[in-house]
C-alpha cells in the first residue's frame, strides 16, 4: 500500500467514525426527551377494572412471579405475563426508569418505592379496586412508603425483617445484640448486605447504644449522626469476610464455615436450616430493619387492566399465602394465616404472620434517605450521599 | 465452462475481466473491497462505542433528576482524582493486575518451554488439550470450585488438616483473587510464549552452541530475546483481562475492582453513566501506556 492510499483509508475511516459518533448521540440526545403523555392523577383514579390487554411485564424480586400463582393467573385473565428479575432496589429503580413503558409494575421495597414516586415514574393506584385490600394489616394500607398525602402509589404485598444470623456451634454464648457483629472477637467470621442501605443498620445500632446522638429513626440522619454511622461501619470493615451481595453469596458462607455471624434475611436461615447447618436467627433487642414491598403501576404503564388483575390476584389468601411460605416473608392479608397452615403446618407462625401490631411496629422499614428529615428540618443526608459514604467503606 | 453455457456467460466475463483489470490497475481498491465490510464494522460497532464512553465521560448527571446532562465538564475527573477510594480502587486493581501478569509469566514459561521444545509431539497434543481444557468450561463455573476449594471446610484446608499443618483463611482475600486469576489467565500466557518458542529455528541454537555458549547463555542471549515477543502479547492479555473484571471480585474476592464500581454506577440509583465511562477510561489508559512501553521495548518489531 503506498501512502496515497493509505491517506484515502485513513480518511474514509475517520468519516466513517464521526458518522458512527452523529449517530448514537442523536439517540441519546432523543431518548431522553420522550415522554408518554396519559399518567393517572389522583382524581382520576378507574373505578373499575376493565377488559384484560392480554399482557403484562413486571419487574419483580426473585421468587414473585412463580409459576405456581402465575400460570393459574394467566389462565383466569388472559393476561401474558412476562417477568424481569431484579437484584436490587438501586437496579429496580434503574429499570423502571430507563424501560421507557416496557414494564408495567415493579414489586418495589421501601427505598425503591419513595424514589419511583418522586421521579414520577409510578402512578397512583386505587385500593378499592382490590377486594382484599380491607384485610391488610392496618399498617400496610397508607405505609409512608407508598403513599403519599393519602394517595396510592401502589399496593402492599409482603415484608420480613432484617435479622442476625449465627453458626449455634461457633457463637457462644448466643447473641441477642446487634454489638456481636462489631466486636473484633468474631474478625473474619462476619459478613454484612452490600447494600448502601446497610448504613440504617449501623445508625439503629448507635441510636439505642449511644443515645447523645439522638437518633430517632435511622433513614433520617443529619451530618453528625451519618458521620457515627459511617465511621462505625469503617471500623466494622476489616472485621469482614465479605459483603454479600446475593442471598446465596450468605448462605454459601455460612455452609462452608467461612462466616458464623451474619446480618441476614429469614430466607437465608430456612434454607441453611434444611440443609442442616447449625443456625439459628433472631431480632436483637436494639430492634431490626426491613423490607416492605409494594406492587407499583408504572406511569406509562400500556396494560393497566392487566396490572390490576394482577395486584388483586397476588393480594388473595391464597396467592399470598404461597408466596410467603416460597419466599419466606410475613404476607400482608391478615386471611393468608389460615391458608399457610393448610400449606405447611405451622408457617404461620414461623413467618410471623400472626404476630401482634407491635410486632410489626419494631421494625424499622427501609426507606428512601432524603434531605428532608421529616420533622421540619432539611439538613438530612440524602441517598445520593449514603451510596458514595457506602463506595468509601467498601472500597 | 462448458459450451453450453458459453454464450450466456460471454457478457458477464468481459464484465469480470474490467473488474479484474481495474483491480490490477488500482491496487487500494482491491485493499478495500476486502476490507470494507470488517472495518466499517469494526468502526462502526467497536470504536464508535468507545468513542461514545470517552464523550460520556465528560457529561453530568442531574443530582435531582437523575437525567444525563449533555454539558462538557472534567468534573467525573476531578471527584477521581480528589477521592482516596478511588485511588485505592485503581491501586489494587492494576497491583493484582501486576502480580498475576508476573505470576502467569513464572508459571507459563516453563511449561511452553517444555511443550514447544522438549515434549514428543504426541505429548505436546495431550499438553495442548489439557491447557485448552479449562476454556471449554464456563469462566462462573471454574471460579465457584475454587470458592470450594479455597473456602473454610474446603479441598484445601481439609488436605492441610490431613498433613496436620494449620487452617489457612485464603478465601474472600485479596491472595483468592491473586490464586483464581492466575489460574484462569494461565493459558492466555502459555500460547503466545508456546508460539514464539515453537518458531525459534534449532539451528540458531545449535549455533549458539558452536560458539561456545553454554546452556544459560544460549537461553539468555538466544532464546529468551526471541521469546519475549511471545510473553509480552501474553501479558497483554493476562493485564487486561485482570484489569477489566469484576466477576472474580465479586465471587471470591472482599474487595473492588474498578469494574466493580463501574457496575454499582451503571446499576446504580444514580444511574450514573458519565461517572462509571470516566472510571472505565483509567483502565483504558493504563492499558494505552502499557501497550507503549511494550511498544518500546519492542515488543512488536517480529509482529
Known amino acids: 500500500m503506498t501512502r496515497h492510499h493509505r491517506r484515502v483509508l485513513g480518511w474514509s475511516a475517520t468519516a466513517l467514525v464521526v458518522a458512527g459518533l452523529a449517530v448514537t448521540a442523536a439517540g441519546c440526545g432523543s431518548s431522553s426527551s420522550s415522554k408518554s403523555g396519559t399518567t393517572t392523577t389522583a382524581s382520576n383514579l378507574p373505578t373499575s377494572i376493565g377488559k384484560g390487554e392480554g399482557k403484562l411485564s413486571l419487574i419483580a424480586w426473585e421468587g414473585y412471579t412463580q409459576p405456581d400463582w402465575v400460570k393459574p393467573f394467566e389462565k383466569k385473565t388472559g393476561c401474558k405475563v412476562t417477568a424481569k428479575y431484579a437484584g436490587s432496589s438501586d437496579e429496580m429503580v434503574t429499570l423502571m426508569r430507563q424501560g421507557g413503558g416496557q414494564y408495567d409494575m415493579v414489586s418495589a421495597s421501601g427505598d425503591a418505592s419513595v424514589r419511583l414516586i418522586r421521579g414520577g415514574d409510578v402512578q397512583p393506584m386505587n385500593p378499592k379496586l382490590i377486594p382484599d385490600f380491607k384485610n391488610f394489616i392496618g399498617a400496610l394500607k397508607s405505609p409512608a412508603h407508598n403513599t403519599v398525602d393519602g394517595v396510592h402509589y401502589g399496593i402492599s404485598l409482603q415484608w420480613g425483617p432484617n435479622t442476625l444470623l449465627y453458626n449455634t456451634q461457633k457463637v457462644k454464648p448466643a447473641p441477642t445484640s446487634w454489638s456481636v457483629l462489631y466486636n473484633p472477637k468474631y474478625k473474619g467470621q462476619i459478613t454484612i448486605p452490600d447494600n448502601a442501605i446497610q448504613i440504617a443498620d449501623a445508625a439503629l445500632y448507635l441510636s439505642k447504644t449511644q443515645p447523645d446522638l439522638g437518633i430517632t429513626d435511622p433513614y433520617e440522619l443529619n451530618q453528625k449522626q451519618f458521620d457515627a454511622a459511617v465511621s462505625l461501619l469503617k471500623q466494622q470493615r476489616p472485621l469482614l469476610k465479605k459483603h454479600w451481595a446475593l442471598a446465596s453469596d450468605e448462605i454459601d458462607l455460612f455452609k462452608n464455615g467461612d462466616a458464623s455471624l451474619g446480618a441476614s434475611w429469614p430466607y437465608q436461615t430456612n434454607t441453611l436450616e434444611a440443609d442442616k447447618v447449625p443456625v439459628k436467627d433472631l431480632i436483637p433487642k436494639e430492634g431490626a430493619t426491613g423490607w416492605a414491598d409494594t406492587w407499583m403501576l408504572s406511569s406509562k404503564s400500556k396494560h393497566p387492566n392487566c396490572a390490576y388483575m394482577w395486584t388483586k390476584w397476588v393480594s388473595t389468601p391464597k396467592v399470598q399465602a404461597q408466596q410467603a411460605i416460597y419466599f419466606g416473608e410475613t404476607p400482608a392479608n391478615t386471611k393468608a394465616c389460615a391458608v399457610m397452615n393448610q400449606l405447611s403446618a405451622g408457617s404461620c407462625k414461623q413467618y410471623h404472620a400472626d404476630a401482634p401490631a407491635s410486632y410489626f411496629d419494631s421494625i424499622k422499614f427501609w426507606k428512601t434517605p432524603l434531605a428532608d428529615c421529616g420533622n421540619g428540618k432539611t439538613d438530612c443526608i440524602d441517598y445520593n450521599q449514603w451510596q458514595k459514604a457506602w463506595t468509601e467503606i467498601t472500597g | ?303
Open chain 2, 1 to 303: 465452462m462448458s459450451a453450453r453455457t458459453e454464450p450466456a456467460g460471454r457478457p458477464s466475463w468481459a464484465a469480470r475481466r474490467r473488474f479484474s483489470s481495474a483491480f490490477w490497475r488500482r491496487p487500494w481498491l482491491k485493499g478495500a473491497a476486502l476490507l470494507g465490510l470488517p472495518v466499517g464494522g469494526y468502526l462502526l460497532i467497536y470504536v464508535a462505542a468507545l468513542g461514545v464512553l470517552f464523550i460520556s465521560a465528560f457529561w453530568s448527571l442531574d443530582p435531582l433528576s437523575g437525567k444525563i446532562v449533555h454539558t462538557w465538564g472534567l468534573g467525573n475527573f476531578r471527584t477521581l482524582w480528589h477521592e482516596h477510594t478511588y485511588w485505592r480502587i485503581a491501586g489494587r486493581t492494576i497491583g493484582i493486575a501486576a502480580a498475576v501478569t508476573v505470576t502467569d509469566v513464572i508459571l507459563a514459561f516453563p511449561f511452553a518451554y517444555f511443550m514447544a521444545r522438549v515434549a514428543s509431539p504426541r505429548l505436546r497434543a495431550v499438553l495442548f488439550v489439557i491447557v485448552l481444557l479449562p476454556l471449554w468450561s464456563s469462566y462462573l463455573a471454574r471460579i465457584y470450585a475454587w470458592r470450594l476449594i479455597l473456602s473454610n471446610d474446603g479441598a484445601l484446608n481439609w488436605s492441610l488438616g490431613g498433613l496436620g499443618l494449620p487452617h489457612q483463611h485464603i478465601a474472600y482475600t485479596n491472595w483468592a483473587m491473586w490464586i483464581v486469576f492466575s489460574y484462569i489467565w494461565l493459558p492466555f500466557m502459555i500460547l503466545p510464549i508456546y508460539a514464539a518458542l515453537e518458531r525459534i529455528p534449532d539451528n540458531f541454537i545449535e549455533a549458539s552452541r558452536d560458539l561456545g555458549a553454554k546452556n544459560w547463555t544460549t537461553f539468555r542471549r538466544v532464546v529468551l530475546p526471541l521469546a519475549l515477543p511471545g510473553v509480552i502479547a501474553g501479558s497483554i492479555f493476562t493485564f487486561s483481562l485482570t484489569l477489566g473484571d469484576y466477576i472474580t471480585p465479586i465471587l471470591v474476592g472482599n474487595t473492588q475492582f474498578i469494574g466493580n464500581v463501574v457496575y454499582r454506577n451503571v446499576l446504580g440509583l444514580s444511574y450514573d453513566l458519565p461517572f462509571a465511562a470516566a472510571f472505565a477510561i483509567v483502565p483504558l489508559a493504563v492499558m494505552g501506556i502499557y501497550l507503549v512501553l511494550a511498544r518500546r521495548a519492542g515488543a512488536f518489531e517480529a509482529l
